[in-house]
Every structure is written in C-alpha cells, then in structure tokens.
C-alpha cells in the first residue's frame, strides 16, 4: 500500500503560481491513477486533477482547467500539480490519494491565495 506526503503549499497573492508536490512511498506507484483533492472548512473535499496510471489521460474540475496541470515523475515516485494564475477561491488544503480508491488521507498542504 502506497504512502503519501504532500508538501509545497504557502501563501500566495491572486495570479500567482505554486507548485505542489506529492512524494509516495512503496515500489507499486507506478499502477494507480493518481489524483489531488482540495477542502476547505465547512465543505466537502473536491476533485481536482487526475492522472492516469501510465501518464497519459488527465482530467480537471472545469474551476481549475486550463490554469492547472498535473504531472508525474516515476523515478521520484512524485506526483506534481501545476497551479497557475491562482485566485482566492482557490485557498484550500489540497491533498492527493489514489483517484479511484483513495486511502488513509494525510495531512494536506496549506494554499491560501490574498486578493
């Protein structure tokens, strides 16, 4: 079973960028489509990107296509989200997991964006 650490979040102002990066442990990453999730307080977590197994599919929540972009390392076992032009409705803990069974959640990294 595959074990996640998000890490690159912070403050940023409106129309700035962030990378995120998702570093996973185990020798079987490279079988599961991955996905970022994000939640804020008082809401339900939401899909945000997702990346098929072999790298070659992705998909975005309409809110963040053409300003995000997730990707993939193999020899890192590493899952990266993009996050460009970033907005204030786009503070949120953001988190990755399995896209079609997710695991234990972590702790998520922090994006908080100022107008």
């Known amino acids: 079973q595959v074990q996640l650490v998000e890490s690159g979040g912070g403050l940023v102002q409106a129309g700035g960028s962030l990378r995120l990066s998702c570093a996973a442990s185990?020798?079987?990453?490279?079988?599961?489509?991955m996905g970022w999730f994000r939640q804020v307080p008082g809401k339900e977590r939401e899909f945000v990107a997702a990346?098929?197994?072999?790298?070659?599919?992705?998909a975005y929540a309409e809110s963040v296509k053409g300003r995000f972009t997730i990707s993939r390392n193999y020899a890192k076992n590493t899952v990266y989200l993009q996050m460009n032009n970033l907005k204030p409705e786009d503070t949120a803990v953001y988190y990755c997991?399995?896209?079609?069974?997710?695991?234990?959640w972590g702790q998520g990294t922090q994006v908080t964006v100022s107008s």
């Open positions: 997991n399995l896209h079609y069974a997710p695991t234990t």
């Open positions: 185990g020798r079987t990453f490279s079988i599961y489509a």
């Open positions: 990346i098929s197994a072999n790298g070659a599919i992705t």
